[in-house]
């Protein structure tokens, strides 16, 4: 699944240098937006690893401090929020929601991802998520067929854009879930 990379440079520098450096390392990526010290592509969630060893090179080279967002979809919020609270860290959204999750805007920001998605899905996913991400023992433990828990995943994945399969994602889910109502 695509995941949205936000690219901070602590000095203004030119990101359309940058580029080709990361396509040197076989960064494969799709540019969204390119401001001055903020760089915004997409690219699969294992481009992470390889971003994260690039960051090291870019820095020494270009002589900043980058602060690197991985999100699920695109939100200056939690970027502004990374700059200001994490600066210097390269971090997944959960792992920054989980870092500030006593920040009341924060939680509601958290709680919004939520907002389109049925009791009854939410409850399907939180099985889904207690059971090992095994569908059979989902669909086992909710007395239901097989390619019903899928077909409610993947709403819960198409309404959402939070892919459930993915460790950091997960987390997002697990958080609210956890949340005192």
């Known amino acids: 699944m695509e995941k ?40 699969k969630e294992a481009a992470f690893l390889t971003l994260q060893n690039a960051i090291s090179v870019l820095a020494h080279d270009f002589e900043t401090v980058f602060s690197v967002l991985v999100t699920h979809q695109p939100d200056d919020f939690f970027n502004d929020y990374l700059l200001a609270h994490c600066f210097g860290k ?33 409850m399907i996913v939180k099985r889904y998520l207690t059971s090992g991400l095994q569908e059979s023992l989902t669909a086992k433990h909710s007395y239901m067929h097989r390619n019903t828990v899928r077909y409610q995943i993947d709403k819960f994945i198409s309404l959402t854009k ?6 950091f994602d997960s987390l997002l889910v697990i958080m609210y879930l956890n949340l005192p109502k």
């Open 90 to 122: 390269m971090l997944h959204l959960s792992e920054l929601i989980l870092l500030n999750l006593h920040d009341l805007e924060i939680r509601t920001r958290l709680e919004g991802f939520f907002l389109g998605v049925n009791h009854q899905t939410l």
């Open 4 to 43: 949205y990379f936000y690219l901070n440079s602590s000095r203004l520098i030119d990101f359309n240098e940058v580029l080709p450096i990361l396509e040197s390392m076989n960064f494969e990526y799709q540019l969204i937006e390119n401001r001055v010290s903020l760089l915004i592509i997409t690219a």
């Open 162 to 167: 939070i892919d459930v399969r993915d460790y």
